[in-house]
């Protein structure tokens, strides 16, 4: 692999290969068409085996498709063969298919690691093959490397030898691969560090780092090495490879890409500094290697048939990261977070006209990046969590156990794992859950209660929940929707478990008194809302005031409360009145859901002249918590503490609490001035405030900050909040600074979304920023994900009906194909924002004022 390359970045780099496909002519053909882009072949010839070799004297490029042709002067028979290809590949710098990765050494030099990329489409780029999911292979790679580099592939290393031509390159042989997908193919060459470990089961396990920094890689090898055996154990399957290697590179626009025995991740998704990374860091990462590592099985040794079946692969690891980190630290009350983190979101996007099933059919490629979403992720983990539940553990992994077995290094559809789980449970699981994957949406379940003597007798409604308001369509969607109800005798246990397979359903529960109350969806599990009549309503309120509630029922409840209200179905003051009862609210997660939504009405109201008024109650709320829990971790404090800690003081910051802004300078100033360096759980917070409330020489001071830190995860945390800054000039500065070389490709989109979630006049500045510069950010993220990330995160913010037509006639002048969808989403929100505002905006502000009035004189 003898790099053809130049000194200047600009300019082109090329690589050198040969590739040999033993394959099975069918039927005679003089033609073999394969993907392939960006690619030069020099010479191409098929050799029939055991006879003379014929070259190929055509190569037809469509570029367009992804293809090329070869032409053979005569007719291939049928039989085994060889094809031979020699050809020129372009080591390119936007993070796909084979490409540059810019990293500083230690010594402040910047060099170039070569890695690729291949989910979805770009194995082409690296080499002419059959690039689809259901088309496995086995490989044989052998990479020429210099011979101070490290080469890392799938498998491990069967030999390294000098290079005959050049004694500074080494050839380096690995082991064949087993039969897998193109897409899962992945080599490495570059300068790492490795710390290393053997699973329980003898798998060895290494994470390779930045030179120098081993050490930051033990957190991911602790849990990697835990979670192998853990995963075997659960599927009843062994890991299939002789070891693991998991690798941080430097620019990476995923978060971690599951590769068969050589996951790339993001350094900020591996790497861990004891002393310079913070509790949610860690967590992240645990979730990471959780999610990757159960691709493993899940993915790389059974394969999707088809993209259209992406959802099966990414919810279901999206689900059992959650399963695998709870295994590995209970204390962090992960299933908790995964309803404020993936449900809740995932419900946000699915209320949307503009949502999409799980299951999408996927013609061309370029429809596959548009599918990398909350609904494949998040939805797709949410309701696998919701059928994990409605099976039971036992009989889940026996049917995860038939579904792996029968189809290990072979290709799966949906219907196949249904199947697998309708076996082992005797459930109808297929019947359920395609009313779950083939039509978006979830329903809204109205419930009213009434009590007949000793009994009270429930009645259900199903409807299709819309962002928009009440259903009003033709059709009449329906779910197969597992309910569990539980009352205020035990709010753990389900006291009725039903299956609600009709439009209505009426349900007596026994022996119940008039004064206890009864909730759905014990656990937040059921995908779905619930809208309780005013007294169901009423009589659960004192339940979260005195927490006897459980805490993600406590969420749930005001989740749903605020998604019907933003959907007008209630009035959003019966919401803030119900946040005013988490006064004594412990939980962290549900904080931080509580908390999100009150960002989210706070974005809504910077469109009024009463913004100052939410801040206010946001202070209210906020400031009870801020005052228990204090600045510095108290003994015996853990995980949860240090979030929600972290989150409080953020908020309370933000919102401009006087003694919390005071106390952020007096510590900044300290840790900049290196008389006591700020915990990493306090950095976030504290630069959030010092940044929202101050001028020129902070941005400075938080830019230097920038320029010193070592660690990416540091970067990162300083690249997010400076968008609070206010000052119109400062803010043109941070977006300036968003597209330097200062800013790693990939985050270069939080920089910008955190300017248009900063202020009012950020968003602006943002959207006018991002249209400026589109051709650039554009050529930078070839229509792959992170161009939806940037469009949603600039303009979900405004709230007028001018900036939707605005923002849709921009990408009609600018198409983004990858993510039409997301355009049409933000558009649809932007819609929503400005009828909610319209709807609401009065009420809440007379809320506001009379909350503060003097209470009148009887």
């Not at 030999?159 to 899962?184: G, Q």
């Not at 099966?312 to 009350?333: Q, T």
Request: proline share 5%.
């Amino acid at each position: 692999l003898p790099a053809r390359s130049t000194q200047h970045s600009r300019e082109h780099h090329f690589f050198l290969m040969l590739i040999k496909f033993l394959f099975q002519v069918k039927q005679a053909t003089n033609q073999i068409v394969m993907n392939c882009a960006d690619i030069d072949i020099i010479t191409a010839s098929y050799a029939p085996e055991g006879d003379e070799e014929v070259h190929a004297t055509g190569f037809n490029y469509q570029n367009e498709d992804e293809k090329v042709t070869l032409s053979f002067p005569s007719t291939l028979q049928k039989g085994t063969g060889t094809l031979k290809i020699d050809f020129v590949g372009e080591l390119n710098d936007k993070m796909k298919g084979f490409y540059r990765s810019k990293y500083t050494t230690p010594t402040g030099d910047t060099r170039y690691a070569a890695v690729t990329q291949f989910e979805a489409t770009d194995a082409r780029r690296a080499f002419p093959c059959w690039d689809e999911p259901a088309i496995k292979a086995t490989f044989d790679i052998s990479l020429v490397v210099p011979k101070d580099r490290v080469a890392l592939s799938n498998m491990n290393v069967l030999d390294r030898k000098p290079y005959p031509d050049d004694e500074n390159l080494v050839e380096v042989k690995f082991a064949r691969t087993p039969i897998m997908s193109t897409y899962l193919v992945a080599f490495v060459v570059g300068e790492y560090d490795f710390v290393e470990a053997r699973s329980l089961d003898g798998v060895l396990v290494r994470v390779y780092t930045p030179v120098g920094k081993a050490e930051q890689g033990k957190f991911a090898l602790e849990v990697a090495a835990k979670t192998l055996p853990f995963y075997k154990d659960y599927f009843n399957v062994p890991y299939p490879l002789p070891k693991i290697d998991l690798i941080a590179i430097a620019d990476f626009a995923a978060g971690a890409m599951e590769n068969w025995g050589l996951v790339t991740y993001r350094e900020t998704a591996l790497l861990i500094d004891p002393k310079n990374s913070c509790s949610s860091s860690r967590q992240w990462v645990a979730l990471v290697v959780g999610h990757e590592l159960a691709h493993q099985w899940f993915g790389n040794l059974v394969t999707m048939e088809w993209w259209t079946h992406l959802w099966l692969n990414e919810g279901f690891a999206s689900w059992i990261e959650y399963l695998c980190v709870d295994h590995c630290f209970p204390e962090y009350d992960i299933w908790t977070q995964f309803v404020s983190a993936d449900y809740t979101r995932a419900q946000e996007l699915d209320a949307l006209d503009n949502s999409h099933p799980i299951e999408v059919s996927v013609g061309h490629p370029s429809e596959v990046d548009e599918i990398f979403d909350a609904i494949s992720y998040s939805k797709g983990a949410s309701v696998i969590r919701m059928l994990h539940d409605y099976i039971g553990d036992e009989d889940f992994r026996k049917g995860m156990n038939l579904y792996l077995t029968k189809f290990q290094q072979k290709n799966a559809a949906t219907e196949d794992l249904w199947e697998s789980l309708e076996k082992a449970s005797g459930k109808p699981i297929a019947a359920v859950m395609n009313t779950w994957t083939k039509q978006m949406g979830f329903p809204l379940i109205y419930v009213e209660a009434e009590q007949q003597e000793d009994d009270r007798v429930l009645k259900l409604v199903q409807k299709k929940f819309c962002a928009s308001g009440p259903y009003t369509g033709e059709d009449f969607p329906m779910w197969m929707v597992p309910i569990s109800i539980c009352t205020s005798d035990d709010p753990t246990c389900a006291k009725m478990q039903v299956l609600m397979d009709k439009p209505e359903l009426t349900l007596v529960l026994k022996d119940i008194k008039p004064d206890q109350w009864v909730k759905l969806n014990l656990g937040t599990v059921g995908f779905y809302r619930t809208q309780y009549s005013p007294d169901m309503l009423e009589s659960l309120i004192p339940a979260i005031k005195d927490l006897s509630l459980p805490p993600v029922d406590r969420l749930g409840l005001q989740n749903d409360l605020f998604s019907l209200a933003r959907a007008g179905i209630i009035s959003t003051v019966e919401v803030l009145k119900v946040m005013e009862a988490f006064v004594n609210e412990p939980n962290y997660t549900v904080w931080s859901d509580l908390s999100c939504n009150l960002g989210i009405l706070s974005t809504l109201l910077s469109h009024t002249d009463f913004y100052e008024e939410i801040q206010v109650f946001v202070r209210d709320v906020f400031s009870p918590i801020g005052e228990r829990l204090g600045w510095d971790p108290k003994p015996g404090e853990g995980h949860l503490d240090a979030l929600l800690r972290g989150l409080v003081l953020g908020k309370l910051g933000k919102a401009g609490h006087k003694a919390t802004l005071e106390e952020a300078r007096r510590r900044f100033k300290d840790h900049v001035e290196g008389k006591h360096v700020l915990s990493a759980d306090l950095r976030s917070p504290v630069y959030v405030t010092i940044l929202k409330h101050g001028d020129s020489t902070t941005l400075d001071t938080m830019l230097k900050l920038h320029k010193q830190a070592d660690m990416q995860e540091e970067k990162n945390r300083i690249e997010r909040v400076l968008g609070a800054i206010s000052q119109p000039e400062l803010i043109q500065k941070v977006l300036t600074f968003a597209l330097s070389e200062e800013v790693r490709p990939q985050d270069t989109v939080s920089v910008i979304g955190g300017v248009a979630g900063g202020s009012k006049q950020g968003r602006k500045a943002a959207w006018k920023f991002v249209r400026d510069n589109w051709e650039e950010l554009y050529n930078r993220y070839q229509g792959g994900f992170l161009i939806s990330r940037l469009i949603k995160l600039t303009v979900d913010g405004f709230a007028n009906d001018k900036m939707a037509a605005e923002v849709k006639a921009f990408f009609e002048s600018h198409p983004a194909p990858s993510a039409e969808r997301t355009v049409q989403q933000c558009c649809e929100n932007i819609l929503l924002n400005a009828a909610w505002l319209k709807r609401d905006a009065e009420n809440i502000h007379q809320y506001f004022l009379q909350r503060k009035a003097p209470p009148a004189m009887v």
